[in-house]
């Protein structure tokens, strides 16, 4: 079993920045994954990153949002900036099994565990 810590959401205005965090209870040499989930709509992925650091970012996020991975802390981050009100949602830290090269998915169904998640609220 993994546990995810998700960490660093909070209420900013438009145009500011967030960096959330995700502390894992095990090695981080696997896809990962940042998916969020406004009120009333469907969870999305947001962004993946593999074992080797290879990433995808969805097109609504692409050069705003930036994840990585700091395998020495079993960390993974999402860097928001230039945040919009359609950002608003939980954003919740996915981990899979998958550990091949390149191997990144921002479809929920190929994560085997979650965070709890973290609120991220953007006014205008």
């Known amino acids: 079993q993994v546990q995810l810590v998700e960490s660093g959401g909070g209420s900013v205005q438009a145009g500011g920045s967030l960096r959330l965090s995700c502390v894992a209870s095990t090695l981080t040499y696997n896809t990962m994954g940042w998916f969020r989930q406004a009120p009333g709509k469907e969870r999305e992925g947001v962004a993946s990153?593999?074992?080797?650091?290879?990433?995808i970012h969805a097109d609504s996020v692409k050069g705003r949002f930036t994840i990585s991975k700091d395998n020495a802390q079993n960390t993974l981050y999402l860097q928001m900036n230039n945040l919009k009100p359609e950002d608003t949602a939980m954003y919740y830290c996915?981990?899979?099994?998958?550990?091949?090269?390149?191997?990144?998915?921002?479809?929920?169904?190929?994560?085997?565990?979650w965070g709890q998640g973290t609120q991220v609220t953007v006014s205008s």
């Open positions: 990153i593999d074992a080797y650091g290879t990433a």
């Open positions: 996915a981990y899979s099994h998958q550990t091949s090269m390149g191997w990144v998915s921002l479809q929920a169904y190929d994560y085997d565990y």
